[in-house]
């Protein structure tokens, strides 16, 4: 899996746009971005993925640069319960030998949402 | 669909006993996965499966073993617990994979299993 740098915490008014960057410098031209949520206690919650255009759904938007060695992951509008760590994944490849799936879950970025 | 199930939610278990982790999913996926996620910590592969009867090892497969007879369950079976195996331990699923490209994986609740 492609190496991937994020923030070890952020914090973010309840409301307010909350913007998680990652850094993922080694990605390949094949390599999807996903970013993935965990509230406390429970599973992780898939968010959103990408490979080269920027993506939206109805939990986040996300931006990824032209060169695709970064990416910004957004949550429009803040809620309490948006407080998760977020995690920035990028399996690997053709080469990277996840035929089989495997997600590695860094450290992440806790965000915390204050009210 | 009830999702990816996993019983039981806790378990306090004394060094060398066994037990199994239940695991099943109702979405006809094809791929399961054991991870267990130690505090503080980011989530590590223990086991998984491309499909019943074929399992293979993840990073962490010391101490575990698991069975895939069905598409449904995939449990994952601790033989002789050590106090290192004192973990929150999930499991998830995701219907196929295509090579370079991971589909979304749907998490489980999580067992939070302690060895005393």
């Known amino acids: 899996d492609a190496k991937t740098t994020q923030p070890t915490s952020m914090d973010c008014a309840e409301g307010r746009a909350a913007n998680l960057p990652c850094n993922h410098s080694?990605?390949?031209?094949?390599?999807?971005v996903y970013w993935y949520r965990q509230i406390h206690s429970q599973g992780p919650q898939y968010i959103i993925h990408?490979?080269?255009n920027n993506e939206t759904n109805e939990m986040a938007s996300l931006i990824i640069t032209e060169d695709r060695k970064s990416s910004t992951l957004i949550l429009p509008h803040a809620t309490l319960r948006d407080t998760a760590v977020y995690y920035c994944i990028v399996p690997g490849g053709n080469a990277g030998g996840t035929s089989y799936g495997k997600l590695t879950f860094g450290q992440g970025t806790i965000l915390t949402v204050h009210p | 669909n009830a999702g990816v199930t996993q019983t039981p939610k806790f378990r306090i278990l004394k060094i060398g006993q066994s037990m199994t982790l239940q695991c099943t999913q109702d979405?006809?996926?094809?791929?399961m996965y054991w991870y267990r996620q130690d505090p503080g910590m980011g989530l590590k592969l223990i086991y998984y499966s491309v499909g019943a009867g074929i399992t293979d090892k993840g990073e962490v497969p010391n101490g575990y073993n698991v069975s895939r007879s069905t598409t449904e369950d995939f449990p994952l079976r601790l033989e002789l617990a050590a106090p290192s195996q004192t973990s929150v331990y999930f499991c998830a699923s995701t219907p196929f994979v295509v090579r370079g490209r991971v589909n979304e994986q749907y998490f489980g609740p999580g067992t939070r299993l302690t060895v005393t």
């Open positions: 990408g490979l080269k």
């Open positions: 979405m006809n996926h094809n791929y």
């Open positions: 080694t990605i390949s031209g094949n390599e999807y």
